[in-house]
């Protein structure tokens, strides 16, 4: 019988996983073990029997540790004037993260910047977020069964790409930021469009399609007709109708100062209302707003008739993938998967 070549009497014990994530904030600020314990006025001794796990430190200790280790990365992080305070910003964060390693529950609900990079790492798989939209992403029939549609496929030839496996959850327009804030879901599917409104609860990926996406209406056709824009019909009499968290609750609000608007829950109930206002005998012209393909879809489902919007014929956007605004690892990675595969191309 062979024996190992290798004395495990004299192999290295690894560090414990608190001291692991201590360090990497240590090699990112500088400092040593020692002016760490001596800033928060522990023994260096205690540090070594951490990292071998002979003990673990207090809530308190780790609260101390979290706060002393933000004040130094502001330091290295800051972009003066404008960011003073990045890490004690995101403290949250750090003080969750240091919890977690030393094994108890999280305090807050914050997490740090590239949290989800690093849970995608850790457990090589991605939850992504989405929801309906016309040819992009569709629910399944089955419940327990993947969405289908051109963006999911897309998303999950990425998924591959990053050797990760793609996990899938159905969220309204409105359930979006706060699931991404609290990173119920690691990115939504690229089918979301870029919009100024959307930079301070998204960062986006490049875009994932060739085609750019514009803003569109749709109007029922006996009171469409001889009418090619929006602008065209008389501004009291139009009704502008639109998802709320979608891209045409965005464009209604532009236009708010010209036109009375309706709101829904989502694009059924929105398309029922267009339907049976114009099939009232009243004065009110009911128009849905979305984008130029979702718009598209609709009037050929229900015998519509699309028209412009002059006032916003300069808004160019495309579809892509949106994650939390701290994840810059993630955002980078996909952008760097992007360029490799062919884009999405809408027929």
Known sequence: MTSSTRNPSKSTPSKSEFVQVVEKYLQE???????LMNEIQIG??????WARGESVPRKAIVNR???????RLDRTRQKLPHDPF??????DGIVNELLEAAGYRAAVKGKGADCSWHEIAKNRSWTLGYTEVPTLSQIPDKPGSSPTGLAIQYAEQIGRLLGVNTIWEYLTWQEMPLAIRERRVHGIAPFFLALPE???????????????????AVIVSQQGNNFAVLEDLPNKRVELVHVRGEIGSWAAAVLSDSYQHQEFEDRKKAISHLLATAGRANDVIPIFLSDSLTCQCISKENNLQVIKI?????VKTAPAFAFHPDEEKLTTAINSAIGILPKIHIK
Request: charged fraction near 30%.
């Open 198 to 216: 959307r930079f301070f609860d998204y960062r986006f990926s490049e875009a994932c399609t060739e085609e750019s996406y514009s803003l569109s």
């Open 65 to 71: 540790i979290a706060v002393s280790l933000a004040r």
């Open 86 to 91: 990045p890490a004690s910003d995101e403290i």
């Open 310 to 314: 002059e006032r916003l014929k300069n």
């Open 29 to 35: 600020v500088g400092w040593t073990n020692q002016e």
């Open 44 to 49: 260096e001794t205690q540090f070594y029997r």
